[in-house]
């Protein structure tokens, strides 16, 4: 039974008070919510196409951007895709209760350290109804309830999966209102939302650098940050053409408006000449604009000039940023000034080169001779992922269930007291 709540900090006590029982769920309860959230998924999928259609109508008129637009929008297979991932996340081990450490105290009391859900999780994100589902299903596998506030570019097509999972909760017994959004009270309610300290107890945001670090600025709630995704490839001198040309054309073009698509290529000065030419013709044959600097320039006619902004850019579109750097120490130092610690990759045959790329680089995810594509929750088997943190504490990288929870020390005596 759902309760009616006239205020954006009514639906945060709600969600407070269904955290409570959402956190003694069992294990088969929670996978049982979900698997009855996917099946509501599948069968709203035509009303859910249908809202997201108007948004993506209206959305379009107000001049939002191709790459917004793109993740804004849901057709039938992403619809599919979304129920998929739940069922996914239905089928992870319950992240609550696992014992993290345990010792015993020479004066004979037992001590257990194991993971407990956070109790009430945040999200404010903008033009991403896949993170509606994502972050309400890791919530819930990980004994949470959660706010959302998903943006007013999405707000029919948010409003019509909070109904479908709100709907499939009811119908299975669990408190449906631990599935809140603050949707319709707009920027007062992310404001709400951000002040809730004491109810919310984390709060995570998904979006542009601007909506992050607003979040982290404004909010009281304590935050998990994620950020901006300026991703580098580094072309070797010992990097193999179909590699470095499969590699960097799948970072990019695969799908462009996503934060683990590279923004900048450096190709060793080595390797330029035997690089360079192909990768930027691989690169134009699927659409995508060169910003390159005066070296590449220099391979192509078509390649527009880089001015010092496109190093910082996170372009969300079929543009790249290429450099030509005279070696590894280079290539380091570039990423170390630009990068914003999200992914890096290298495509090398050198052991050594390999080793002290992945020591040396102060990113979440670092990789060699793989596609920054796979920085995912999806991907690294979470089922989906609350976001990519790319913070130090707490948390790193694509974030699961087990970023959703905390910890509590349990102790047992037998009348013990301390001298």
């Known amino acids: 039974m759902t309760t009616t709540a006239t205020t954006a900090r009514e639906r945060m006590l709600l969600a407070q008070s269904a955290a409570r029982t959402i956190g003694l ?29 108007e948004d993506l109508e209206r959305s379009s008129a107000s001049g939002l951007s191709i790459a917004l637009q793109d993740r804004l929008r849901l057709d039938e297979p992403r619809v599919a895709a979304l129920a998929a991932a739940v069922r996914d996340i239905a089928a992870l081990p319950d992240p609550v209760g696992r014992v993290l450490d345990e010792r015993t105290l020479p004066n004979g009391v037992e001590l257990t350290k194991v993971s407990v859900p956070f109790g009430v999780v945040g999200s404010i994100y903008e033009a991403r109804p896949n993170v509606t589902v994502d972050i309400a299903a890791l919530a819930l596998r990980s004994g949470n309830a959660v706010v959302l506030r998903g943006g007013s570019a999405a707000e029919l097509t948010n409003a019509a999966l909070v109904r ?63 950020g901006a995704g300026v991703v580098h490839i580094v072309l070797d001198e010992s990097a193999p053409l179909d590699w470095a040309r499969d590699i960097v054309v799948n970072a990019k073009v695969q799908r462009p408006s996503v934060c683990n698509s590279v923004e900048t290529v450096l190709v060793h000065r080595a390797a330029a000449q035997r690089l360079v030419p192909p990768v930027v013709a691989a690169l134009r044959e699927h659409g995508v604009t060169v910003h390159g600097d005066p070296d590449v320039v220099g391979f192509d006619a078509a390649v527009v000039a880089a001015t010092e902004e ?57 990789m060699v001779n793989t596609s920054t594509r796979f920085t995912d929750g999806g991907e690294f088997g979470f089922g989906a992922e609350v976001g990519i943190s790319t913070q130090k504490l707490h948390a790193r990288g694509p974030m699961g269930l087990a970023e959703l929870t905390s910890t509590k020390w349990l102790a047992r005596g037998f009348g013990q007291v301390r001298s």
């Open 310 to 366: 496109d190093w910082s850019t996170e372009y969300l579109s079929l543009d790249v940023a290429m450099r030509v750097v005279d070696d590894l120490d280079q290539a380091l130092a570039h990423i170390r000034r630009y990068s914003t610690h999200h992914t890096e990759s290298i495509i090398t045959q050198d052991a050594a080169n390999t080793e002290r790329f992945l020591a040396e680089v102060d990113s979440a995810v670092v």
């Open 164 to 226: 479908a999972m709100r709907g499939a909760l009811a119908a299975r017994g669990v408190d449906p209102e631990a599935i809140q959004t603050v949707d319709e009270f707009g920027r007062e309610g992310a404001r709400e939302l951000m002040q809730a300290r004491g109810i919310v107890d984390v709060l995570v945001p998904r979006g542009s650098a601007q909506l992050i670090e607003t979040v982290v600025t404004e909010s009281s709630v304590p935050v998990i940050e994620t």
């Open 25 to 53: 769920l069992g294990d088969a309860e929670k996978r049982d919510a979900l698997l009855a959230i996917a099946e509501a998924i599948d069968e709203a999928a035509a009303e859910i196409v249908a809202a997201n259609g």
